[in-house]
Antibody, heavy 112, light 107 residues
Framework: QVQLQESGPGLVKPSETLSLTCTVSGGSISGYYWSWIRQPPGKGLEWIGYIYYSGSTNYNPSLRSRVTMSVDMSENQFSLKLTSVTAADTAVYYC??????WGQGTLVTVSS | DIQMTQSPSSLSASVGDRVTITCRASESINNYLKWYHQKPGKAPELLIYSASSLEDGVPSRFSGSGSGTDFTLTISSLQPEDFATYYCQQSFSFPYTFGQGTKLDIK
């Protein structure tokens, strides 16, 4: 059974970079697309983008200028970086192998 | 971006009720439509993919229909564990987009 687990700081200062890692267990990163989705507290879901295991990416245009995703096949992990964060980036961040496998989500708060 | 509009935004119902949630796309998405439900503090869980295909392990009281721009999710007989928020998502074009959600609670 594929399982995903997000990790990273729960608190990030405004203007700094949010960095999260998703560790995949029970299956290989190879051969699949890996996504990031976020959900501000009490609000709906926003698709951030995905990365293919080979490294090709597709980002939401609304975030494209600030987002970078990467894959580390040796660690069976993939990562998200979001630069120049503001309070509007406060959200639960989910990693996923859409549509069936999702991490539990991690809350990232942007605050000084 | 393709806009996904769900209705209603909230719904109160009783155990045993039949419930229908609709999702409308701002342009045709063929059948590239998924339904999820989400319980508080949990990740979304897939119920329906390709508009009408039931995900493995999902009870048969859930069904989906539609194509093009108009889609429905039906729960034939509500069970206590079905009270949650429901989201549709299109994967026809990038960026993938979700509906705003339908919160289903107990009457």
């Amino acid at each position: 059974q594929v399982q995903l687990q997000e990790s990273g700081p729960g608190l990030v200062k405004p203007s700094e970079t949010l960095s999260l890692t998703c560790t995949v267990s029970g299956g290989s990163i190879s051969g699949y697309y890996w996504s990031w989705i976020r959900q501000p507290p009490g609000k709906g879901l926003e698709w951030i983008g995905y990365i293919y295991y080979s490294g090709s990416t597709n980002y939401n245009p609304s975030l494209r200028s600030r987002v970078t995703m990467s894959v580390d096949m040796s660690e069976n992990q993939f990562s998200l970086k979001l630069t120049s964060v503001t309070a509007a980036d406060t959200a639960v961040y989910y990693c996923a192998r859409e549509p069936r496998y999702w991490g539990q989500g991690t809350l990232v708060t942007v605050s000084s | 971006d393709i806009q996904m509009t769900q209705s209603p935004s909230s719904l109160s119902a009783s155990v045993g009720d039949r419930v229908t949630i609709t999702c409308r796309a701002s342009e045709s998405i063929n059948n590239y439509l998924k339904w999820y439900h989400q319980k508080p503090g949990k990740a979304p869980e897939l119920l329906i993919y390709s508009a009408s295909s039931l995900e493995d392990g999902v009870p048969s009281r859930f069904s989906g229909s539609g194509s093009g721009t108009d889609f429905t999710l039906t729960i034939s007989s509500l069970q206590p564990e079905d009270f949650a928020t429901y989201y549709c998502q299109q994967s026809f074009s990038f960026p993938y987009t979700f509906g705003q959600g339908t919160k289903l609670d107990i009457k």
